[in-house]
């Protein structure tokens, strides 16, 4: 199984670029690296999913180089409300991977005014 | 992506005795995942269950103390058996992304449990 490190937390101000960096040594050829978003009392929601290179969608970039043994989660112009804890999972796409998935401990991302 | 129903939000149950988590998706779904998140921790996962068979249960997991069902292909419950303080968590249950572009998983909004 594929283990994540992320760092326990992170602060950073409104109006500000975060970027969340995951190292995953051990990733296999097919596994893809996700992110997900956790509020308190809420499940984890879907952020972003890349393979390789990087990835952009309309609320944050995913960013992969060669060997893909890292990642790194850019959140642009972070506000109060993106506050949250973000984990960084690896696993490939069949049926049934949920299996293989492991929440790592997430990072804590804290948007200071 | 599917939209998933959890019930209830929350509970306060007394130790020794049983409560049933249910878990209803707006879509059906071949495999549905009960996941655990204990206090200030991230999530462990339970059990899979698939329609018309038994769970799958990961290591220190048990079907006596967590018994699930799946009697059709939107629905699922989670049991917690003769609970105990150690029992309270935060308990999930997700579905894995289905057809088009992928979403990720969908999770439910969770059950917090605490066992008095």
């Known amino acids: 199984l594929a283990k994540t490190t992320q760092p326990i937390s992170m602060d950073s101000y409104e109006g500000q670029e975060v970027n969340i960096t995951c190292s995953h040594n051990n990733i296999a050829t097919n596994d893809y690296i996700t992110w997900y978003q956790q509020f308190p009392s809420q499940g984890p929601r879907f952020i972003i999913q890349g393979y390789k290179t990087k990835v952009t969608n309309e609320v944050a970039s995913l960013f992969i180089p060669a060997d893909r043994k890292s990642s790194t989660l850019s959140l642009p112009r972070v506000s109060l409300s993106d506050t949250a804890v973000y984990y960084c999972?690896?696993?490939?796409?069949?049926?049934?991977?949920?299996?293989?998935?492991?929440f790592g401990s997430g990072t804590q991302l804290t948007v200071l005014p | 992506s599917a939209v998933i129903s959890q019930k209830p939000s929350r509970d306060i149950c007394q130790r020794g005795t049983s409560l049933t988590i249910q878990c209803q998706v707006d879509s059906q779904v071949t495999m549905m995942f009960w996941y655990r998140q204990q206090p200030g921790q991230s999530l462990t996962l339970i059990a899979t269950?698939?329609?018309?068979?038994?769970?799958?249960?990961e290591s220190g997991f048990v079907i006596d103390k967590f018994p699930i069902s799946r009697p059709n292909l939107t629905f699922s419950t989670l049991t917690v058996s003769n609970m105990s303080p150690e029992d309270s968590s935060i308990y999930l249950c997700?579905?894995?992304?289905?057809?088009?572009?992928?979403?990720?998983?969908?999770f439910g909004s969770g059950t917090r449990l605490t066992v008095v």
């Open positions: 997700s579905v894995e992304p289905s057809g088009g572009a992928y979403y990720g998983y969908t």
């Open positions: 999972l690896v696993g490939d796409r069949t049926s049934g991977s949920a299996r293989q998935l492991t």
């Open positions: 269950a698939n329609q018309g068979s038994e769970a799958t249960y």
